[in-house]
């Protein structure tokens, strides 16, 4: 049973204990949860279409002051127009409620119990048919409910009465609709990429595919809420809950401009919540500008129904030339226009179908737009879709191309769109373009149908805001160039003629903040013409919700959590960042654990984020252009990552600020300024570094200089492992670097803090290691094998006999080889060595070699004696 419903039964249990009147009320609570679950959840189970019918019912339920409209709504679900976009897995619960069915069954018996409970009131109610629907429980629940709670006084003997009936009612609907019987979860989408699901249901098995690590691509976006499986998951957008399913509500009325009422059946709460989604009226919406024409017309040398380009479009040369030449040739089967919201994608995808009409490579161009929101000068615009799905779009393909087939029985239109992608139904191949492609039903799932079918020479093109689907070739629409800005700037200020009023400082500015980005530098320069003076651009887009909106929120909403956070946290610090900065950061100790590069990826893929590559270190750096910025800072301001984000942001400072410019020097000051705020702070508080430690790791993962940095933070906090951690960042620095120049002083550090650890085989194995690098002078050799000396003299170590050959013995031989460079006491450390190892012959060699260079050399002279070396030997070559 689900949990709301077995919910609300333990609390009628606990009614019934307390009174039959007290019974009754929980059971009419029961009744009215029961009509609300069974509406929200059909209306989950439409599909999307171009007469918004799910949008329309919702539209009326969030409206809807009595179980009389919520009955009306289903009833169109049904019976009426939206019934027609019912997925083909919810056709189960439509037959249940809508067969007339006979005595015996389920929706029959439940219909007489609460059938009984009204001639209770009115004993010469009229009578109804042998055979009847099961919705006509529903109706019979609302008429109930207005005798009983909304007009009338209950006695509690009428009570007594009235809760047998409507109990075994209740639960005649509860235990054997359909939709009852499905499996229900509410998801949460972690940071991680991985979804926590709350079972509502006795069983939630069908989403299990949620719960690992490799979530099929459409199920990625899922948002937080309640779903039930019909098919796939669908979201119940009207009934909403918490990953602990604490409670549960449902709309209530009592709707106003900024938000409706909603109310738990269970705890007698209620709640408001915000009306902006449903704000929009519900009549037919005109058609988008860029519509496709009703026919297939004679466009230059082909047939097309593609709409004229925009009026006042600017060339862009680079991108005009990409994406004309990707059409025409005889490799990319599926091409991409990939960019944000209003930056141009439609009107440079119209700009070059209208350019190709000219060649003889295709014989048709079939434009079909998903678009419903048209971005105009005085602000976005809703407006009706023409395709929003598979089927919408076979149908109108089949429409334009008219074939004769489409007259007889069992015509296939997705069928014919199948093979028409594979081989033209013409004698010339055929162009399709899909515009706005993010707005359809299932992107990813039409996609997967696109790209099966199509063949060359056929060839489709795709505008889009994200990109989640790989075969395709890809053109990336960015902002404008300077040359493109200026020439728009004074298109559009003629038209506005306030050419006059824009200096040049100004178009710069209007420039610069924009990012290049043409329609807000439309609507910038609407601004300057409405006020009739120069205006604060940065001022005028932080006031434009809608447009940013527009824009932005769609987009916004399918991001997965990871994003979120980090696009938010760039947002707060508006700032040019380096990636690697922005990866260590999220990797805060307080932060959910979370795929940080993913993200960022995700961020660029949708262009919420830009990234240059610095030309000093090939390191990439990020920026967030000032629309989606301001839009970012919204949006931060009533989500519940504010705290997180601000912490992020914090840490983020400690790299200092930084501008697009910056991309010429690279990234290692910006991370050296941060291990030196890390050291700042561990200087007063040394507990400091354990927090700030998974990033400098991460960091020093791509920034090898950071080990070296690490190790020094350790080493100066004062913490008495500090020297043990330094050793530990020290090699890692060297396995690092290996032997390059900066070796030599990190293996002296290395063997410096091992004599203060008193770590002694440490210590001798740096010193060799130092000594074998090709930088290494005699000087550091001979203080190596004085040292080794001193370390074995003095018995502090013990060291296996070879271990102790092997390491004496690279000495010597490092000696041997630059012994030409030696003075007489290296060649004393040297034989003291060759002694220890039981090398006399060798020993006597250096001695001699020793007093050949300084006959007075007290050492060599002791150890003369000591080996009896002779004085006329000591001459001798």
Not at 169 to 190: G, M
Not at 832 to 858: C, I, Y
């Amino acid at each position: 049973m689900l949990v709301p419903i077995q919910r609300m039964w333990d609390r009628a249990e606990i009614a019934r204990q307390d009174s039959d009147m007290a019974l009754f009320f929980h059971l009419m609570y029961a009744a009215e949860q029961l009509i609300k679950l069974a509406c929200t959840g059909l209306i989950a189970a439409l599909c999307d279409d171009v007469d918004r019918h799910k949008y329309r019912l919702s539209h009326r339920l969030v409206r809807a002051d009595g179980l009389g409209e919520w009955y009306a709504v289903l009833d169109d679900i049904l019976n009426g127009p939206a019934s027609h976009c019912l997925l083909l897995e919810a056709k189960t619960e439509q037959r249940e409620l809508t067969q007339r069915c006979s005595a015996g069954e389920w929706q029959h018996e439940a219909v007489v119990q609460i059938d009984a409970c009204l001639r209770l009131f009115n004993p010469q109610r009229e009578g109804f048919p042998f055979k009847l629907e099961g919705k006509r429980w529903f109706l019979h629940l609302t008429e109930l409910r207005n005798r009983t709670r909304a007009h009338g006084a209950t006695s509690p003997t009428l009570c007594s009465q009235l809760c047998p009936p409507l109990e075994r009612s209740i639960r005649l609907i509860s235990d054997n609709f359909s939709l009852f019987k499905r499996e229900y979860a509410y998801l949460h989408k972690n940071l991680s990429g991985k979804y926590r699901v709350t079972k509502l249901s006795d069983t939630n098995s069908q989403f299990d595919v949620l719960k690992g690590s490799k979530v099929p691509q459409d199920l990625r976006s899922l948002k937080d809420g309640v779903y039930v499986h019909i098919g796939s998951p669908c979201q119940i957008d009207l009934l909403e809950s918490d990953a602990d399913a604490t409670d549960f509500f449902f709309p209530n009325g009592a709707f106003t401009d900024s938000k409706y009422e909603l109310i738990s059946y269970l705890t007698d709460s209620t709640r408001t919540t915000d009306s902006a989604p449903y704000l929009v009226p519900t009549t037919a919406l005109p058609r988008s500008e860029t519509h496709g024409l009703g026919q297939l017309e004679t466009q230059g040398r082909v047939f097309g129904n593609v709409p004229p380009t925009s009026a006042g479009y600017v060339n862009r040369t680079s991108l005009e030339r990409d994406l004309r030449e990707a059409l025409l040739d005889d490799r990319h089967p599926v091409v991409t226009l990939v960019g944000r919201g209003g930056i141009g994608k439609t009107a440079l995808a119209l700009s070059v179908l209208h350019e190709i009409e000219s060649s003889e490579r295709f014989g048709a161009t079939v434009w079909l737009s998903a678009r419903d929101v048209d971005l105009l000068p005085e602000g976005p615009k809703l407006v009706s879709a023409d395709v929003l799905s598979l089927k919408d779009m076979a149908k109108e393909f089949v429409r334009l191309m008219g074939p004769q087939e489409a007259k007889g029985k069992g015509f296939d239109a997705v069928a014919y769109l199948g093979g028409a992608l594979a081989k033209s139904p013409i004698e010339s191949p055929l162009l399709f373009a899909f515009d706005n492609f993010e707005t359809v039903r299932g992107p990813g799932e039409l996609y997967a149908f696109l790209d099966t079918h199509i063949r060359l020479p056929n060839k489709i093109l795709i505008t889009t805001r994200s990109r989640d689907f790989k075969a395709d070739f890809p053109v990336d629409v960015t902002g404008m160039n300077e040359d493109e800005s200026e020439q728009l700037i004074s298109v559009v200020a003629g038209n506005l003629e306030i050419n006059n009023v824009l200096t040049p400082e100004y178009r710069g500015e209007l420039i610069r903040d924009s990012d290049g980005h043409p329609y807000i530098i439309k609507i910038l320069l609407g601004e300057v013409a409405q006020a009739k003076k120069l205006v604060k651009v940065k001022r005028i887009v932080a006031s434009k919700d809608k447009i940013l909106d527009a824009l932005f929120d769609r987009t916004y909403t399918s991001l997965s959590p990871a994003a979120k956070q980090v696009f938010l946290t760039m947002c707060n610090w508006r700032s040019t960042i380096p990636r690697l900065a922005v990866e260590a950061v999220m990797l805060r100790p307080a932060n959910e654990r979370m795929d940080a590069e993913g993200a960022i990826e995700e961020l660029i893929r949708t262009s919420f984020v830009e990234e240059v590559i610095a030309s000093d270190d090939n390191e990439s750096l990020l920026s967030v252009p000032l629309a989606a910025s301001e839009f970012g800072r919204r949006k931060l301001r009533a989500s519940p990552v504010i705290t997180a984000v601000q912490a992020n942001t914090a840490l983020l400072l400690n790299f200092g600020a930084g501008q697009k410019a910056d991309a010429t020097v690279g990234i290692a000051w910006r991370i050296e300024r941060f291990f030196r705020s890390v050291a700042e702070k561990a200087a007063r508080d040394a507990s400091s570094i354990e927090t700030h430690l998974p990033m400098m790791e991460f960091l020093a993962q791509r920034y090898a200089r950071g080990w070296m940095l690490l190790a020094r933070i350790y080493e100066e906090s004062g913490l008495e492992d500090g020297p043990e951690k330094a050793k530990v960042y020290w090699r890692r620095y060297l396995e690092d670097i290996g032997a390059s120049g900066d070796a030599l002083f990190a293996w002296s550090e290395v063997a410096r803090l091992c004599r203060i650890t008193k770590d002694w085989i440490g210590e001798i194995h740096a010193i060799v290691e130092l000594c074998s690098l090709d930088g290494a002078t005699i000087q550091d050799v001979s203080d190596g094998l004085n040292r080794w000396n001193s370390v074995f003299k003095q018995q502090v170590l013990y060291m296996a006999g070879d271990e102790r050959q092997i390491l004496g013995g690279r000495l010597l031989h490092l000696f041997n080889q630059n012994s030409g460079a030696a003075n007489a006491t290296d060649c004393s450390r040297a034989a003291w060595v060759s002694l220890a190892l039981h090398e006399t012959d060798q020993a006597k060699e250096f001695v001699r070699m020793g007093l050949r260079r300084d006959p007075e050399n007290e050492y060599c002279r002791k150890l003369a004696e000591r080996l009896q070396i002779q004085d006329e030997s000591l001459l001798s070559e």
